[in-house]
């Protein structure tokens, strides 16, 4: 945990921000995995760690503004428990870390919602992702599931506060970075042809859990990157594949890396694979450079895809005006998602709260229609204490080249001749992470490898 005075001052600047009510945090369970006592590793909802830092499941909080009143509700150990589960720190002194004085039993959280909203006051609470949360609110509440309202005015307060990174935030996010780039280069170092993906997946788990550091999402390592979120890992490695590598670990106190890398399974890329991987990386530096404070980042992602299809034109799979491709949206043949995301306690940070307030705002909203543009998370102006990524990639994908050549879909812009000639191409992905600075951005963690000629030098070290 943090200082007391961390969440002490986190939850002063939230009653700030709401002005009546009681503010309602519903903690995480345990989540069985096929019976009971078999459960998914515990991981608590990061609102709730944000404002009370306490990581036991079955707690819940409220801020009664009206009341000026803080408590957590929650059980200790019972002996049953202790006998299983040793001797721990006890729940009330968990709450005195963060700074609390008003520690109850669970069973009381329903009479305190219920008086609360016979006095009148309003239950402020936040959108729950998770199944036993919903059912939760609903028997709380007193209401169908389906009436469950969360409260705009809670969300935005969230969201405001959590963008911007404090420097111990930070710090977080560096240790996470730090661990992160070390699986990356393992990955480089020995991925060989002949190997499974799910060695190379498994080796970068156990580092990482070696440095008491689970992942922060289900690693990506595929010779199939061009599917986006590839889970299948038991293709074998074979000479003339690409890798694609998005991994990232998270710290003891939540907080994420996000990093992708793309590299030959060979000792060298394929001319093919060099070209479409430079240009990738232009795209990449010249997102990376546009980052600031009061730019859109919808406006760099345009940026981003008018570079990819800039060189996409060079080399014969793309023609026409780049500016005018990119307007009429050909380039997502090639490039489908959307080019980064907030990061920090989530790997998509506050997703769970919604997308049209944490990556958009009522002035600037979500394209959720045209493909490409409805899959960029983040579109908003950029602030000083953002953290996010940047993440261009190019994506050839069978499937989606024989539907759009057999409806002559912008015919005008893709040579679709040459385009098959890459059908079996695969994809690739660069990824970094950056804090948004007065002056522009800083790269977060390590720096790691990215130009093509220093990948090829660290695999030609370590491939035979």
């Given at each position: 945990?943090?200082?007391?005075?961390?969440?002490?001052?986190?939850?002063d600047?939230?009653?700030?921000?709401?002005?009546?009510?009681?503010?309602?945090?519903l903690?995480?369970?345990?989540?069985?995995?096929?019976?009971?006592?078999?459960?998914?590793?515990?991981?608590?909802?990061?609102?709730?760690?944000?404002?009370?830092?306490?990581?036991?499941?079955?707690?819940?909080?409220?801020?009664?503004?009206?009341?000026?009143?803080i408590?957590?509700?929650?059980?200790?150990?019972?002996?049953?428990?202790?006998?299983?589960?040793?001797?721990?720190?006890?729940?009330?002194?968990?709450?005195?870390?963060?700074?609390?004085?008003?520690?109850?039993?669970?069973?009381?959280?329903?009479?305190?919602?219920?008086?609360?909203?016979?006095?009148?006051?309003?239950?402020?609470?936040?959108?729950?992702?998770?199944?036993?949360?919903?059912?939760?609110?609903?028997?709380?509440?007193?209401?169908?599931?389906?009436?469950l309202?969360?409260?705009?005015?809670?969300?935005?307060?969230?969201?405001?506060?959590?963008?911007?990174?404090?420097?111990?935030?930070?710090?977080?996010?560096?240790?996470?970075?730090?661990?992160?780039?070390?699986?990356?280069?393992?990955?480089?170092?020995?991925?060989?042809?002949?190997?499974?993906?799910?060695?190379?997946?498994?080796?970068?788990?156990?580092?990482?859990?070696?440095?008491?550091?689970?992942?922060?999402?289900?690693?990506?390592?595929?010779?199939?990157?061009?599917?986006?979120?590839?889970?299948y890992?038991?293709?074998?490695?074979?000479?003339?594949?690409?890798?694609?590598n998005?991994?990232?670990?998270?710290?003891?106190?939540?907080?994420?890396?996000?990093?992708?890398?793309?590299?030959?399974?060979?000792?060298?890329?394929?001319?093919?694979?060099?070209?479409?991987?430079?240009?990738?990386?232009?795209?990449?530096?010249?997102?990376?450079?546009?980052?600031?404070?009061?730019?859109?980042?919808?406006?760099?992602?345009i940026?981003?895809?008018r570079?990819?299809?800039?060189?996409?034109?060079?080399?014969?799979?793309?023609?026409?005006?780049?500016?005018?491709?990119?307007?009429?949206?050909?380039?997502?043949?090639?490039?489908?998602?959307?080019?980064?995301?907030?990061?920090?306690?989530?790997?998509?940070?506050?997703?769970?709260?919604?997308?049209?307030?944490?990556?958009?705002?009522?002035?600037?909203?979500?394209?959720?229609?045209?493909?490409?543009?409805?899959?960029?998370?983040?579109?908003?102006?950029?602030?000083?204490?953002?953290?996010?990524?940047?993440?261009?990639?190019?994506?050839?994908?069978?499937?989606?080249?024989?539907?759009?050549?057999?409806?002559?879909?912008?015919?005008?812009?893709?040579n679709?001749?040459?385009?098959?000639?890459?059908?079996?191409?695969?994809?690739?992905?660069?990824?970094?992470?950056?804090?948004?600075?007065?002056?522009?951005?800083?790269?977060?963690?390590?720096?790691l490898?990215?130009?093509?000629?220093?990948?090829?030098?660290?695999?030609?070290?370590?491939?035979?």
């Amino acid at each position: 945990m943090f200082s007391s005075l961390t969440y002490q001052h986190r939850r002063d600047i939230l009653q700030d921000h709401v002005d009546t009510g009681l503010l309602l945090f519903l903690g995480n369970i345990e989540n069985p995995i096929n019976f009971e006592h078999n459960t998914y590793p515990f991981r608590q909802d990061s609102t709730f760690l944000y404002y009370f830092g306490i990581q036991v499941p079955n707690l819940a909080a409220v801020i009664d503004l009206d009341n000026q009143r803080i408590v957590v509700f929650g059980d200790e150990l019972n002996i049953d428990q202790i006998v299983w589960m040793g001797r721990q720190e006890t729940l009330r002194e968990k709450c005195d870390k963060s700074g609390i004085t008003d520690c109850r039993p669970l069973s009381a959280l329903k009479d305190y919602i219920s008086k609360a909203s016979l006095s009148g006051q309003s239950i402020h609470y936040l959108p729950p992702y998770q199944s036993a949360n919903k059912i939760r609110l609903g028997d709380l509440l007193t209401i169908d599931i389906a009436q469950l309202k969360p409260s705009e005015a809670f969300i935005k307060a969230v969201v405001a506060q959590r963008s911007i990174k404090e420097t111990q935030e930070i710090a977080q996010i560096e240790e996470a970075l730090r661990i992160s780039v070390d699986m990356h280069l393992l990955a480089m170092r020995m991925a060989k042809p002949g190997m499974k993906e799910i060695e190379v997946a498994n080796a970068i788990r156990h580092l990482a859990a070696d440095q008491g550091a689970p992942l922060a999402y289900p690693p990506i390592v595929t010779i199939h990157g061009e599917i986006l979120h590839n889970s299948y890992q038991l293709n074998t490695l074979k000479d003339g594949d690409m890798l694609l590598n998005d991994s990232g670990a998270e710290t003891a106190m939540g907080y994420a890396g996000d990093l992708t890398r793309t590299f030959p399974v060979g000792r060298t890329f394929s001319s093919k694979q060099r070209e479409i991987y430079d240009i990738v990386l232009q795209s990449f530096t010249d997102a990376r450079e546009l980052l600031r404070p009061g730019i859109a980042f919808k406006d760099v992602h345009i940026s981003a895809c008018r570079t990819l299809v800039a060189g996409l034109i060079d080399i014969g799979l793309m023609k026409g005006d780049p500016d005018e491709a990119v307007r009429q949206h050909a380039h997502t043949l090639f490039f489908q998602c959307g080019l980064g995301h907030m990061m920090g306690l989530d790997v998509h940070d506050m997703e769970d709260l919604g997308e049209q307030y944490v990556g958009y705002t009522p002035e600037q909203p979500k394209d959720t229609q045209t493909f490409g543009l409805k899959s960029l998370r983040l579109g908003k102006q950029l602030e000083e204490g953002f953290v996010v990524t940047v993440e261009p990639g190019v994506y050839i994908i069978p499937e989606l080249i024989d539907r759009w050549q057999a409806e002559g879909k912008h015919a005008s812009f893709i040579n679709y001749d040459k385009v098959n000639e890459y059908r079996d191409f695969g994809g690739i992905r660069i990824e970094d992470n950056f804090l948004i600075s007065t002056s522009g951005y800083r790269l977060l963690g390590p720096e790691l490898v990215k130009a093509a000629d220093d990948i090829e030098k660290l695999r030609l070290d370590y491939v035979s």
